[in-house]
């Protein structure tokens, strides 16, 4: 019976793997250099730069609110002991 289930959590996860490298590589087809170049702009201000990006800032407290709303699966010390 072990082995089984130790076979299909093999599978699931090879499945995944496959899943990622898929999305990986089709994700990679997709950029091109060339879409990352812009016209250079000799005079702008900052002003200009954060309008032209849509610049909201965001307070700490609301870094707080939405990081206290996550459900982590794992503490922290469990995370740290796995970078070890």
């Known amino acids: 019976m072990d082995v089984l289930r130790e076979k299909k ?19 990679e087809e997709k950029l091109d250099l060339r879409d990352a170049i812009v016209e250079w702009r000799k005079k702008v201000t900052f002003e200009r730069l954060m309008e032209k990006q849509n610049f909201q800032p965001i307070t700490y407290d609301r870094i707080q609110v939405i990081a206290g709303a996550i459900e982590w699966e794992h503490s922290l010390e469990e995370l740290l002991v796995n970078l070890d």
Request: proline share 0%; glycine share 0%; no cysteine.
């Open 9 to 27: 959590v093999s599978y699931r996860a090879e499945q995944k793997e496959a899943e990622v490298i898929e999305k990986k590589e089709a994700v």
